[in-house]
């Protein structure tokens, strides 16, 4: 044999063995030759039961009467990997014949799982890759176990155990089985915080979303951890820092420990604060002719001397770049530029105007919206497709995205378009739901509606995907029911214009005469400004008192004959003289219960004997009251309410459920007259103000004042219904409608006789100071806070006198001082308050101890 020949088998054992000694570069030359010099005669398929040989060879980049390369084996066996459909695959040639050996996956018959409950199957189907009548593959499956664990951390069962295997069924069919063990609850065992010194850990918690495990987290569901919500976090204690003057504040890191043996996660926040930071000198500079920086000096929301705030540049930012954009220079771009004095610690800022980069908005994509319809989300936009580009408002839309409440996430990123100065604007969502069902109870005291209180309630914030609000909801209580109908469009006529309409009904027995009302309103509220909201609303309803019988006036004193009788000297009188056992306590005598009917003549004269029983037990009486001003009220009801109000709001507060800094101001006027019985104007007005008192210790101050005043119009008097009925919800410490006029019945004497009824003033005024603190040694998590607090207020003007038994007509102010304790609980905020009267007059009425839904406002 020649050393040529022997080369050449040496090379060919090489080509077979499908290895390459790199020894030599002579060998490789030799051996590509080789493999070249062998053209392919045919391509033989083995081991395939499904799949048919010619789809299996067309995947193959080799044909019969080519030459095979070693490449093009390896590009063979990739290609037929890549479909899925093989779990081995091996190709060789032999001489002319190129054999291809496979060994085919199985088809997925059915996906299993099996000892899930918290996840249902939908759930799992959509987190797994393994799906029915599709090739079965060990790698995707064993991805799809880690999926599956994932889908568990998310709500909270880290020690969840997932396994997989196969049940083989006939035709080579498999039923692919999920075992898993879903294990307890992972909760969150401690969250720490490391270098925070101008915050204490309590109020850090309350800024961060994820929440220890407490009791109530079975309800709350905030103690679960996510790698997700972590990050976010991070984020939420930045801004919360950047806000408040710390702009040198950074995250040094955020750590989640899991703790196997008890289950529970561990988290630390180590921060650095870094110096408080005040503004220095604030200004604007414009480099493009025609547009005027000190001009602009009013757009801007940070002022010399405030206390350094990131979202204050933010807003200053967005209103001069709408501004210029108004005075037709929409290119224009604002870049706010910061000198740092370290020994002041301020920070002044420059908002340098310039020309910015001619670039338009070619497309506008929504992604990941499966409920919320696209122009949901467009709408929330300053620009659209066509419109100059600018990345200030593309921000400022995000920033209302995410505060509708729809999505968990939104990200928005830009692509270059078909053209150099074209953008594609890309948004992506991750929806969240956004129906809610609430139940919530408690206990009310005050008079009116004492006794226990529930109220379940159905709300849709994004109904049917449009962005729409709509809420049903009942009250039930001792003596009250209430259903209401709500209905909110956000952007009515494709305006940011909010439009919408209130049904309610309640019915009230509680009072010593029943009252129902039923009635809407139909509104359209409009912001002004960022800050400024004017709302407009046509009114309507329709209120009865009493029944249709009349009004049960009370106990008079009575002979065995039903003569109406003087207690004093057991003499027979024409006017019945009301019981009053404090003023008579040895009086045994027979009494009847007399009543005044609407069809009386004189509803003011003798009234009509009713039920002469001769009882002296009352616990099953009728209703009564004795002021004759109510009474003839009622004799003319019911009475229709069509009415036009107008209100301006004034809102600058940093949360709109749990306020710290801001102002709440609303004033506005309901003018009645446009058909219906009444005829009057009435005007109130409300402030609060908001102040933290202590960052450290999250003491909050709360100044709060208010007003109202109603006049009848043209020549009809003001019916006493109209007034305002005040107590408790100005002062607190007084009874629902404890303060202001009341009528009393008068005896032979003139004097007045019981308690009286509280009849309304055309005229009121409060004012309070409150501070709400944590309560010490609580953790915070619970929700609890206290409160201190001091009410004044006042309520007067009646067109009757003391000659019809009226007494309280004046400008008398009414204080007390308490202290109440608050509750965020699962079911809504709850209060209770004790307050003591301090100022107070001989017939108001007291409520020292109240207990309800609690409101900030």
Same mark, same amino acid.
């Given at each position: 044999?020649?050393?040529?020949?022997?080369?050449?088998?040496?090379?060919?054992?090489?080509a077979?063995?499908?290895?390459?000694?790199?020894?030599?570069?002579?060998?490789?030359?030799?051996?590509?030759?080789?493999?070249?010099?062998?053209?392919?005669?045919?391509v033989?398929?083995?081991?395939?039961?499904?799949?048919?040989?010619?789809?299996?060879?067309?995947?193959?980049?080799v044909?019969?009467?080519?030459?095979?390369?070693e490449?093009?084996?390896?590009?063979?066996?990739?290609?037929?990997?890549?479909?899925?459909?093989?779990?081995?695959?091996?190709?060789? =040639?032999q001489?002319?014949?190129?054999?291809?050996n496979?060994?085919?996956?199985?088809?997925?018959?059915?996906?299993?799982?099996?000892?899930?409950?918290?996840?249902?199957?939908?759930?799992?189907?959509?987190?797994?890759?393994?799906?029915?009548?599709?090739?079965?593959?060990?790698?995707?499956?064993?991805?799809?176990?880690?999926?599956?664990?994932?889908?568990?951390?998310?709500?909270?069962?880290?020690?969840?155990?997932?396994?997989?295997?196969?049940?083989?069924?006939?035709?080579?069919?498999?039923?692919?089985?999920?075992?898993?063990?879903?294990?307890?609850?992972?909760?969150?065992?401690?969250?720490?915080?490391?270098?925070?010194?101008?915050?204490?850990?309590?109020?850090?918690?309350?800024?961060?979303?994820?929440?220890?495990?407490?009791?109530?987290?079975?309800?709350?569901?905030?103690?679960?951890?996510?790698?997700?919500?972590?990050?976010?976090?991070?984020?939420?204690?930045?801004?919360?820092?950047?806000?408040?003057? %710390?702009?040198?504040?950074?995250?040094?890191?955020?750590?989640?420990?899991?703790?196997?043996?008890?289950?529970?996660?561990?988290?630390?926040?180590?921060?650095?604060?870094?110096?408080?930071?005040?503004?220095?000198?604030?200004?604007v500079?414009?480099?493009?002719?025609?547009?005027?920086?000190?001009?602009?000096?009013? =757009?801007?929301?940070?002022?010399?001397?405030?206390?350094?705030?990131?979202?204050?540049?933010?807003?200053?930012?967005?209103?001069?770049?709408?501004?210029?954009?108004?005075?037709?220079?929409?290119?224009?771009?604002?870049?706010?530029?910061?000198?740092?004095?370290?020994?002041?610690?301020?920070?002044?800022?420059?908002?340098?105007?310039?020309?910015?980069?001619?670039? %338009?908005?070619?497309?506008?994509?929504?992604?990941?919206?499966?409920?919320?319809?696209?122009?949901?989300?467009?709408?929330?936009?300053?620009?659209?497709?066509?419109?100059?580009?600018?990345?200030v408002?593309? =921000?400022?839309?995000?920033?209302?995205?995410?505060?509708?409440?729809?999505?968990?996430?939104?990200?928005?990123s830009?692509?270059?378009?078909?053209?150099?100065?074209?953008?594609?604007?890309?948004?992506?969502?991750?929806?969240?739901?956004?129906?809610?069902?609430?139940?919530?109870?408690? %206990?009310?005291?005050?008079?009116?509606?004492?006794?226990?209180?529930?109220?379940?309630?159905?709300?849709?914030?994004?109904?049917?995907?449009?962005?729409?609000?709509?809420k049903?909801?009942?009250?039930?209580?001792?003596?009250?029911r209430?259903?209401?109908?709500?209905?909110?469009e956000?952007?009515?006529?494709?305006?940011?214009?909010?439009?919408?309409?209130?049904?309610?009904?309640?019915?009230?027995?509680s009072?010593?005469?029943?009252?129902?009302r039923?009635?809407?309103?139909?509104?359209?509220?409009?912001?002004?400004?960022?800050?400024?909201?004017?709302?407009?609303?046509?009114?309507f309803?329709?209120?009865?008192?009493?029944?249709?019988?009349?009004?049960?006036?009370?106990?008079?004193?009575?002979?065995?004959?039903?003569?109406?009788?003087?207690?004093?000297?057991?003499?027979?009188?024409?006017?019945?003289?009301?019981?009053?056992?404090?003023?008579?306590?040895?009086?045994?005598?027979?009494?009847?219960?007399?009543?005044?009917?609407?069809?009386?003549?004189?509803?003011?004269?003798?009234?009509?004997?009713?039920?002469?029983?001769?009882?002296?037990?009352?616990?099953?009486?009728?209703?009564?009251?004795?002021?004759r001003?109510?009474?003839?009220?009622?004799?003319?009801?019911?009475?229709?309410t069509?009415?036009?109000?107008?209100?301006?709001?004034?809102?600058?507060?940093?949360?709109?459920?749990?306020?710290?800094n801001?102002?709440?101001?609303?004033?506005?006027?309901?003018?009645?007259?446009?058909?219906?019985?009444?005829?009057?104007?009435?005007?109130?007005?409300?402030?609060?103000?908001?102040?933290?008192?202590?960052e450290?210790?999250?003491?909050?101050?709360?100044?709060?004042?208010?007003?109202?005043?109603?006049?009848?119009?043209?020549?009809?008097?003001?019916?006493?219904?109209?007034?305002?009925?005040?107590?408790?919800?100005?002062?607190?410490?007084?009874?629902?409608?404890?303060?202001?006029?009341?009528?009393?019945?008068l005896?032979?004497?003139?004097?007045?006789?019981?308690?009286?009824?509280?009849?309304?003033?055309?005229?009121?005024?409060?004012?309070?100071?409150?501070?709400?603190?944590?309560?010490?040694?609580?953790?915070?998590?619970?929700?609890?806070?206290?409160?201190?607090f001091?009410?004044?207020?006042?309520?007067?003007?009646?067109?009757?006198?003391?000659?019809?038994?009226?007494?309280?007509?004046?400008?008398?102010?009414?204080?007390?001082?308490?202290?109440?304790?608050?509750?965020?609980?699962?079911?809504?905020?709850?209060?209770?308050?004790?307050a003591?009267?301090?100022?107070k007059?001989?017939?108001?009425?007291?409520?020292?101890?109240?207990?309800?839904?609690?409101?900030?406002?």
């Amino acid at each position: 044999m020649t050393a040529g020949s022997k080369l050449l088998r040496t090379a060919s054992a090489f080509a077979f063995s499908s290895s390459v000694l790199a020894t030599s570069v002579g060998f490789g030359l030799v051996l590509v030759e080789t493999a070249q010099a062998a053209p392919v005669t045919r391509v033989e398929v083995r081991g395939n039961q499904r799949v048919e040989a010619d789809t299996i060879r067309n995947l193959l980049a080799v044909r019969p009467g080519q030459n095979a390369t070693e490449a093009d084996l390896d590009e063979g066996v990739r290609k037929l990997y890549s479909t899925g459909l093989f779990s081995d695959v091996r190709i060789k =040639q032999q001489g002319g014949t190129v054999v291809v050996n496979v060994s085919e996956n199985q088809i997925v018959n059915q996906v299993l799982f099996q000892g899930n409950s918290k996840l249902k199957d939908e759930q799992l189907t959509a987190a797994v890759q393994t799906t029915s009548r599709g090739a079965y593959s060990q790698a995707t499956a064993d991805n799809d176990v880690n999926a599956i664990k994932d889908a568990y951390v998310r709500i909270g069962r880290s020690d969840a155990t997932v396994s997989v295997r196969t049940v083989p069924i006939e035709n080579n069919r498999v039923n692919v089985v999920f075992d898993i063990n879903e294990g307890d609850r992972t909760k969150i065992g401690q969250i720490n915080f490391v270098g925070n010194n101008a915050f204490g850990d309590g109020r850090l918690k309350e800024v961060i979303a994820l929440r220890e495990s407490g009791i109530l987290s079975f309800l709350q569901r905030n103690d679960v951890y996510d790698e997700d919500k972590l990050r976010a976090d991070e984020e939420t204690l930045r801004r919360f820092y950047y806000n408040r003057g %710390y702009a040198d504040f950074r995250v040094v890191s955020a750590t989640a420990d899991l703790d196997q043996a008890q289950n529970k996660y561990f988290i630390t926040f180590t921060v650095e604060e870094g110096e408080r930071y005040t503004f220095g000198n604030v200004s604007v500079d414009s480099t493009i002719p025609g547009v005027d920086g000190a001009a602009l000096q009013s =757009q801007l929301k940070t002022q010399t001397g405030d206390v350094y705030s990131a979202q204050k540049i933010e807003e200053s930012l967005v209103a001069l770049t709408n501004r210029v954009a108004q005075n037709g220079f929409a290119f224009a771009q604002v870049t706010p530029r910061g000198d740092r004095d370290f020994n002041n610690r301020t920070i002044s800022v420059n908002y340098v105007i310039d020309q910015g980069p001619r670039a %338009y908005i070619e497309r506008l994509e929504v992604r990941g919206n499966t409920k919320t319809r696209d122009y949901v989300i467009r709408r929330e936009f300053d620009v659209s497709e066509g419109d100059a580009f600018n990345q200030v408002l593309v =921000q400022r839309a995000k920033q209302r995205l995410e505060r509708l409440g729809f999505f968990d996430k939104v990200n928005i990123s830009t692509a270059p378009g078909s053209e150099p100065d074209r953008v594609i604007v890309i948004v992506d969502v991750t929806e969240k739901s956004t129906g809610e069902f609430s139940v919530g109870g408690g %206990y009310t005291t005050g008079g009116e509606s004492d006794g226990p209180v529930a109220e379940i309630g159905i709300t849709e914030r994004n109904f049917l995907g449009r962005g729409q609000f709509v809420k049903l909801s009942a009250g039930f209580g001792a003596d009250t029911r209430s259903y209401q109908l709500s209905f909110t469009e956000p952007y009515f006529l494709g305006r940011r214009l909010a439009a919408g309409f209130d049904i309610y009904t309640t019915k009230n027995t509680s009072e010593s005469y029943d009252v129902r009302r039923s009635g809407g309103d139909v509104r359209l509220a409009a912001p002004i400004t960022t800050e400024l909201t004017a709302q407009v609303a046509y009114n309507f309803k329709s209120e009865k008192f009493g029944d249709d019988d009349g009004v049960t006036f009370g106990r008079a004193y009575a002979n065995d004959d039903g003569e109406f009788i003087d207690p004093t000297t057991n003499t027979v009188v024409d006017s019945p003289i009301l019981v009053n056992s404090a003023a008579f306590p040895n009086y045994n005598g027979d009494t009847t219960r007399i009543r005044q009917t609407c069809d009386d003549p004189d509803p003011f004269g003798v009234v009509s004997d009713d039920a002469a029983d001769g009882s002296t037990d009352f616990s099953n009486a009728p209703k009564y009251t004795r002021s004759r001003i109510i009474n003839a009220a009622i004799c003319d009801s019911p009475y229709t309410t069509s009415s036009f109000s107008y209100a301006l709001t004034y809102n600058t507060l940093d949360s709109s459920t749990d306020p710290r800094n801001g102002i709440l101001a609303t004033a506005g006027q309901e003018i009645a007259g446009i058909g219906g019985d009444a005829d009057f104007v009435k005007t109130t007005g409300k402030a609060s103000y908001f102040n933290q008192l202590s960052e450290e210790y999250d003491v909050v101050g709360q100044l709060s004042a208010g007003g109202g005043n109603v006049f009848g119009l043209g020549s009809g008097n003001l019916r006493v219904f109209d007034n305002f009925f005040k107590g408790q919800d100005i002062v607190r410490g007084f009874d629902t409608k404890g303060i202001g006029p009341r009528q009393f019945e008068l005896d032979e004497d003139g004097d007045h006789v019981g308690r009286g009824v509280a009849i309304g003033g055309e005229n009121y005024l409060n004012a309070s100071a409150e501070a709400t603190f944590p309560l010490p040694g609580i953790s915070r998590d619970f929700g609890f806070r206290g409160a201190v607090f001091a009410d004044a207020g006042t309520l007067w003007g009646t067109e009757y006198d003391d000659d019809a038994g009226v007494v309280g007509d004046g400008l008398k102010i009414r204080a007390s001082a308490g202290v109440g304790l608050i509750w965020a609980s699962p079911f809504g905020p709850l209060r209770v308050n004790y307050a003591q009267p301090f100022l107070k007059e001989d017939y108001d009425r007291k409520q020292q101890l109240s207990f309800g839904f609690s409101t900030r406002f």
